[in-house]
């Protein structure tokens, strides 16, 4: 018996969240019942970008979310949910196939790599690039936001270093947030009109703004 069998479940399930964004949880997805396909639309394994025909693993698709910047958190939610229930052990007691219950656990692998991928703004970001053909290059990445921009989050690092008060640093903390939510809106404008070369600019910021606020929480003794 073939365990990869979530395509058909997940395309399913997509349908079932454009069909109604507010409805009750539960009774959108009461009728979804798992269906077999191809294995090998899942990825080959729980930290692979490419499935096992080798093409892209697309996060979007795997938890059955529209391919834009913009998604919803709460369906995001819901999908997560209902994909791992549908992947549950209990549910698959009957298979008694090492290889069949290996698929499974890969599976659901993939799944939480996915939905932590696309819970996250900028490696949502970062993967939305990669699936367009325009992926970001670390190296690079310097260069893309420019030496202004490196003096001015230079200067902040050296602020939260010479800060020993957690009221300065909660202070600062909340100041990196604003700049990442500021962030965040104009990605989704990029996105939304397609400027890639934008959104990779703006991904890169991102990334020293995030950076930034790891090394406050790091330093920082309570965060309310």
């Known amino acids: 018996e073939t365990v990869g ?4 479940l997940v395309t399913s399930l ?3 969240l454009r069909k109604s964004a507010t409805s009750n949880t539960a009774y ?3 009728n979804i019942k798992p269906l077999r396909s191809n294995s090998a639309w899942f990825c080959s394994s729980s930290d692979s970008k490419t499935k096992s025909d080798g093409s892209v693993c697309d996060c ?7 391919k834009t910047f913009s998604i919803s958190s709460e369906e995001l939610k819901a999908s997560y949910k209902f994909l791992m229930n549908q992947l549950h052990p209990d549910r698959h007691a009957h298979i008694s196939s090492i290889e069949e219950r290996d698929t499974l656990h890969r599976e659901a692998s993939t799944v939480t790599r996915c939905y932590e991928m696309l ?3 900028q490696t949502r970001a970062l993967h939305l690039l990669e699936l ?3 992926p970001m290059d670390e190296a690079a990445s310097g260069a893309l936001v420019g030496s202004e921009f490196l003096m ?3 200067e902040v690092r050296e602020t939260i270093d010479a800060t020993t008060s957690d009221q300065v640093l909660q202070k600062l903390l909340d100041e990196n ?3 990442a939510d500021r962030l965040c809106q104009q990605l989704e404008e990029a996105f939304n009109k397609n400027d890639l070369d934008l959104a990779l600019r703006l991904t890169a910021t991102l990334q020293y703004w995030n950076r930034a606020e790891e090394t406050i929480r790091d330093k920082i003794s309570h965060i309310e």
């Open 28 to 30: 959108r997805f009461r």
């Open 60 to 66: 979007f698709e795997s938890l059955g979310m529209e």
């Open 152 to 154: 001015e989050i230079m």
């Open 132 to 134: 367009h053909g325009n």
């Open 14 to 16: 997509s349908r079932a």
């Open 119 to 121: 819970n996250n703004p």
């Open 177 to 179: 947030r604003i700049e």
């Open 5 to 8: 069998f979530f395509k058909m």
